[in-house]
């Protein structure tokens, strides 16, 4: 439903407390109008937008939300909602920029980066044994030639490095 006053409110969906009583394990996303650069640019940077996704197949539940223009915006969630939408294939959209739209975008990110960062923490405590040297200078690994190097970013400023599925961060 939309709400046309100032600021407007839209909402599609479930929200997180319908969610739970009816047995979805969900993810929640929130996203801030002051990160948003168009919104700043309006001079509308007070809203946010919070969005709901069942946490075992990341399909988006629900979303909500009150600001500038949400009314024009929760039409992408509708949509999305139809479709079935994971936030993992919200994440990989491309959205213009800078628009209101992108905090569909951002949203998608952030939960998942948090769904990454929990699980990635875990990894750190793990054998960091298999890691060579570090330069001082740069703090690269060095790595004995022919092994496989991954890297996550974890937080800013920190990252899991695995060689070889050996994990140090």
């Given at each position: 439903?939309?709400t ?8 599609v ?17 929130n ?8 919104a700043i640019?309006?001079g ?8 709901v ?8 539940l629900?979303?909500?939300m009150?600001?500038?223009?949400v009314?024009?915006?929760?039409q ?15 994440m990989h ?11 569909m ?5 952030a ?47 920190e990252?899991?490095v695995?060689?070889?599925g050996r994990?140090t961060?």
């Open positions: 439903g939309c046309y006053c100032h600021p407007q409110i839209a909402s969906g479930l929200t997180e407390a319908k969610a739970k009583e009816v047995g979805y394990e969900v993810r929640v996303g996203f801030p109008f002051i990160g948003n650069g168009k640019a309006l509308e940077a007070e809203g946010f937008i919070k969005t996704f069942d946490a075992k197949t990341g399909e988006l629900g979303a909500h009150v600001g500038a223009e009314t024009e915006l929760i992408g969630y509708v949509v999305a909602m139809n479709l079935e939408t994971t936030e993992e294939e919200l959209t491309i959205f213009p920029h800078p628009t209101l739209s992108e905090t975008k951002r949203i998608a990110n939960v998942l980066d948090e769904v990454a960062t929990r699980r990635l923490s875990r990894v750190r405590r793990l054998d960091a044994s298999a890691l060579a040297t570090t330069t001082a200078k740069r703090a690269e690994p060095r790595v004995p030639f022919g092994q496989v190097v991954e890297r996550a970013m974890l937080r800013p400023g990252e899991l695995s060689i070889n994990h961060a």
